[in-house]
């Protein structure tokens, strides 16, 4: 009897090794997927400063740059004043 309650534990240790990997794997899958299509609206840049100073054309340059690297469109906003 004591030979056979050895031979089924490392084999319940084992599946249950392989069952929290597997869950472990699976629970990855969904932030993966989201993360991929982030962000999921466009880019919103809001400057400070009314337009056509010298800060507007620095994140005008931002922002070409910007847009390019994430393939989302980037809106430059200017609330100078505010």
Same mark, same amino acid.
């Given at each position: 009897? &004591?030979?056979? $309650? @050895?031979?089924?534990?490392? @084999?319940?240790?084992? /599946?249950?090794?392989? &069952?929290?990997? %597997?869950?472990? @794997? &699976? $629970? @990855?899958?969904?932030?993966? /997927? %989201?993360?991929?299509?982030?962000?999921?609206?466009?880019? %919103?840049?809001? /400057?400070?400063?009314?337009?056509?100073?010298?800060?507007?054309?620095?994140?005008?340059?931002? +922002? /070409?740059? &910007?847009?390019? $690297?994430?393939?989302?469109?980037?809106?430059?906003? +200017?609330?100078?004043?505010?």
């Amino acid at each position: 009897m &004591l030979m056979a $309650a @050895t031979l089924v534990r490392p @084999t319940a240790r084992r /599946s249950m090794r392989a &069952l929290v990997l %597997a869950a472990m @794997t &699976l $629970a @990855t899958i969904p932030a993966v /997927s %989201a993360r991929a299509e982030y962000p999921h609206h466009p880019v %919103a840049i809001v /400057s400070c400063f009314p337009p056509g100073g010298g800060t507007v054309v620095a994140v005008r340059m931002i +922002n /070409s740059q &910007l847009g390019e $690297a994430l393939r989302k469109p980037v809106i430059v906003e +200017n609330c100078g004043g505010v």
